[in-house]
Structure formats: structure tokens, C-alpha cells
């Protein structure tokens, strides 16, 4: 498993931030470093109509506007305004969405629609034209909740659909169709183009020779902890992975052999325990024309994440997620990070480029921002603009009495009165570091106020180094070492 992070970014920059917030985070980030003024919002139906999905929109919703071009868009998540509130509903509604789908050809699964409590004998009657094995979902589901794949038997057909009726309340439709056996993937669509393509293999763990499935599942789950993605996205032993396994006359206490493969669930959601693994360059050009055909298909749908299975015989798309998640192209258990955010904006801001420097070294702290939303102090925050130019970064070691008689107070009121960015924080050996960024001369004349400091220092030396890792917007006061 890969613990590396993408070049435009590191651990410091996204510590804190998951679930769908790193969605919003990573999209935010890409348009604020390309010069585009960033706004988040405490209620997003103060500012834009965009249909929102889920119960706490906290943080996930912003504006990008470039002067420029005089342009404002609203984004949700990963969504941008330019995708109708029209074609949310539809692909919202999966059966919906399947009859757009099938009316321009898109090849998709052959299933009906049930309503929660519809007699036994009368499913029987309506799945007489599909075939076994079947899968059983939600009509309104997300993130795999209430699937069941690769169902055999008409037993199991039932046990599915009751275990969907006992813990989904909220759920009154589902959907019956025939199970396609074969890879699958999540295609990222921008504008008729392919961004990122994700492999998704369901929940599975490989054998050591020595461990069983249940200390396998621990030992995987805290590898994913390095991955800032998949790190609250553990393998969850539950049930559904106990009745996997007895179908393949297996439990959590056998021994699986030396690289052999033992998956655990049929499902390959992600958030269900499923490996994320780079595909951009493997999947073949036919099936993401179909990714892309989906995506025409669906009045008003510009952008979007597109599930498909793909086998020797065809591509059938399963389905589409108006407001995917895009984080997995990002950050892979294995193979290149895709950069979707800069698809987006290339998108919604084309011709916008992003000064490399400031790409790679100014970054803004969003659990801080989501932070002042979640306490209600501020009904809208608007982040101070990417410096202009090129960013200049340095870091300075004071020596001599700097400790303890105010310096690192007055070295912020110095930096922040000359809008340079960074921070200060004392060091064991008695010195003071401190780190800026911003304008070349300034970040270079600030070496002079450094010497000076304040009126009960007394600064022998100033020594400076060079410093490549991002700075944070904003100066700040970090904890003594």
C-alpha cells in the first residue's frame, strides 16, 4: 500500500480533514491557489439554489470568482453550479436514472423496481424475466449502504430484501437486477473528457501462510491508516462479511495461504472496506466512451462519477453520482494520484493557470475555516487572495536573549503589518525559528526586523536557510519544541 502523498500536497495541509470534506477542501484549494477569490458559506440557500445531498453541508459548500473574467460559481462537495439541479434529481433517483441511460443506448443491468412491503409471491411474478444472480439496493442509496450482491437463491433474495426493510426505514423503493460479473471501476467525466479512472475491488485481504482473516483485516485496516482517504475507511467486521465468507465455507479464524486472495464482501464501495486503485492508463478507450456516453445521456449533467463493470464480453455502466467522491482518484492504495480539482476548475475557469510556486507553497487551513462556521461566528469567510507573483519562502534562526521577552508576539505583528505569511516557534536550543513567505524583497528585508526584534531582546545572530515545504496562509504561533 502507498503512503505518499501527490505532489501538490502533504500530511500537514490536509491533517484533520475527511469524508466528504476533503472533496470540498481539495476543490476549494485548486481554484484559491490559481488567484480565484474563495468563499465559504454558513447556509448555502442564502447564496445559491445547487440541490444539496446529505444532512450537515457544513463546510462543503464555497464560491470561486475570478475578477478576470467576472465569474462567479457555487460549488457542493465536488459538484459545481453548471450541473442542473435536474439531472441530480435523476441520477438520485437510480431507476430514474436507468431509463435515461437505456433510452440513448447506455448499456445498463436489466432490473425492476419494488416497493418496500410488496408481496412475496408478487416479486416472484416480476423477476420472472431476470436472471440469478441478482443484486438487491436502494433506490435512494449512497456509499453501498443496504446492497447485496451475488445473490444465488431465492432464499437469499429475501433475506436481502428483509435485512433492507429492518435497518433502512427511510428506504421505501429498491431496486431487483441481474448481477454483472467482471472488474469495476469509478470513471471521473469532465466535459466529455476522462479526468481519473479508480479500479474499485471489493473488501479482500492476502494471506500470509501464518494469520487469520480477522488478524489480516487488522493488520490491513492499519495500513490504511496512513492513507488520508481510506484511513476512516477501515474493514468493518461485521455480519456481512461472516455470512461472505460461510458461503465460501470459510470464517475469520481460518488460516488463507500464502497469497491467496480471499475477498469479503461483494460489494467494492469504497467506504464498505474497498481497495481504490489507479486505472487512468489500464482501462481501455471503448469503455470510457461509455463512462462519457452516460454522462451525455442525462440532461444537464456536465460533470460526474460513473460506476462501471467491465468483463470480456462488455461495459455496463451501474451507475451515476452527480456529486461524486473524487478523493479516491487522489489518493490510491496503489498507482498515480489523479489531480480531478484541477479538471474541475480547468473547467469552470479555463485559461486560469496556477503560478507553479504558489502552488507547491501557500496552502490555508480548512479545519480552521469549518471550525468558525461550526461555532456560528461568521455566516460567510472569505479567504485574503493568493499573494501575487511569485511566492518567496525563507526561514530565519535567531540567536542570543529571544526567548521569553516577547519576541515571537512582536515577530507576528511585524510579519502580519507587512502581509508576509508563515510562522514562529522557539526551539530547545534556545533560538527562535521563524518562517515567511510572500513577496522575494520583503521575505528579504524582513531578515533586517529579525535582527532588530523587540526592545528587551538582544539578537547576536540571524541565519538563514532555505525552506521548500508549504507555508500555511496566515502567520502564526506554534507550540515551543
Known sequence: MTSSFPKWLTKRMIKGVSGFNLDSYLVALEGWRRGLTLTWY??????????????????????????????THYFYRSRGDKVSNEAVEIVHQKHQAKTYLNKEGVPTPKGIMIDKGTDKKEILNNINVL????????????????????????????????????????????????????????????NDQVAAVTKRIPANVIGDGQSTIKELIETKNHEKKENPYLSKKPIKLDDTIINYLHRQDMSIEDVPAKDQHVRLKGQSNISAGGDPIDATDEL?????????????????????????????????????????????????????????????????????????????RLYFDYMDVRGILRRKLAQEIRLTNVPNGKFHTTRYIISGKVQKVGFRNWIRKEAVRR?????????KNKKVVVVVGGNKKTVENFKDVCAKGPSKAKVKNVSELEWESPIKLGFEIRKSE
Not at 454558513?42 to 450537515?56: C, Q, R
Not at 443496504?146 to 437463491?153: D, F, H, L, M, P
Not at 498507482?335 to 479538471?343: D, K, M
Open 42 to 71: 454558513y447556509d448555502p440557500a442564502e447564496v445559491t439554489d445547487m440541490k444539496i445531498i446529505g444532512f450537515n453541508p457544513l463546510g462543503k459548500t464555497f464560491s470561486l470568482e475570478s475578477n478576470e473574467q467576472q465569474t
Open 284 to 360: 481501455n478507450e471503448f469503455s470510457k466512451n461509455v463512462a462519457i456516453s452516460a454522462i451525455k445521456a442525462i440532461p444537464g449533467l456536465i460533470h460526474a462519477g460513473v460506476d462501471i463493470i467491465v468483463n470480456d464480453e462488455s461495459t455496463t455502466v451501474l451507475e451515476v453520482n452527480a456529486t461524486a467522491d473524487i478523493s479516491m482518484h487522489i489518493f490510491p492504495m496503489a498507482g498515480e494520484s489523479q489531480n480531478v480539482p484541477a479538471e474541475i476548475i480547468n473547467y469552470y475557469f479555463p485559461n486560469k493557470e496556477v503560478n507553479s510556486i504558489n502552488k507547491s
Open 419 to 427: 502581509g508576509l505569511h508563515g510562522y514562529t516557534r522557539n526551539l
Open 131 to 190: 436472471n440469478y444472480p441478482l443484486v438487491v439496493k436502494p433506490v435512494l442509496g449512497s456509499l453501498g449502504k443496504g446492497v447485496t450482491t451475488e445473490i444465488q437463491n431465492e432464499e437469499d433474495l429475501f433475506a436481502a430484501i428483509k435485512s433492507i426493510e429492518n435497518n433502512y426505514e427511510d428506504y421505501d423503493q429498491f431496486i431487483i437486477e441481474e448481477y454483472v460479473n467482471g472488474e469495476e471501476y469509478r470513471v471521473y467525466v469532465v
